[in-house]
């Protein structure tokens, strides 16, 4: 339970290698031929997006971290309310990033996408920088998400609502989503 009437499977792949290692080729094999950078949001896509880029024979990545660091120039920044989290953040990329990513194709990666704030919130930093998302790419889609053109994933995933008897129901929609949270 994350809060009263609102539940998630846990679904953890960042310390999983054998996972990590199974899930990163279906993935590459999903993605547009060409793609220039992989991009992800700190932390749990990072171990993930790393996988994909190695298969990829990429020499690096692009993370969107999730405080602002001292050591960053021209830190281009996106506010989302996480699913995860429960609260609001911010997603900040670096401004050498953003150079690096500018004009190129990118795919996006993480590993489950929900609402698709993380996602929107990763694009509109891409979009920000000048970068053409080419894809958005997640080992798991949740609700109205897993019926998205534009969303390559490997399997839905399910937000629940616990019931008085100690079982849980499958919430299906955003708006049923909504409700559960307010």
């Not at 499977?9 to 279906?26: H, N, Q, Y």
């Not at 990666?109 to 894809?135: C, N, Y």
Request: hydrophobic share 45%.
């Amino acid at each position: 339970k994350i809060k009263p009437g609102l539940a998630l499977a846990s679904f953890v792949m960042l310390s999983d290698t054998e996972l990590i290692s199974a899930v990163a080729p279906a993935l590459v094999e999903r993605l547009p031929k060409e793609v220039d950078y992989l991009m992800t949001a700190e932390a749990k896509g990072m171990c993930l997006t790393h996988e994909m880029s190695r298969l990829m024979g990429m020499k690096e990545f692009i993370v969107a971290r999730k405080s602002r660091k001292p050591y960053m120039l021209n830190p281009v920044g996106v506010t989302l309310h996480s699913v995860t989290t429960q609260s609001e953040q911010t997603l900040y990329l670096d401004g050498a990033d953003a150079e690096k990513i500018r004009g190129k194709r990118v795919a996006l990666v993480d590993d489950v996408i929900a609402t698709g704030e993380s996602v929107r919130a990763i694009e509109e930093l891409a979009k920000k920088a000048g970068a053409q998302v080419v894809a958005k790419a997640a080992v798991l889609a949740e609700l109205e998400t897993a019926s998205r053109p534009d969303v390559i994933f490997l399997k839905e995933h399910y937000v629940f609502r616990p019931m008085p008897d100690g079982t849980f129901e499958p919430i299906w929609t955003m708006a049923e989503y909504e409700k559960q949270i307010q």
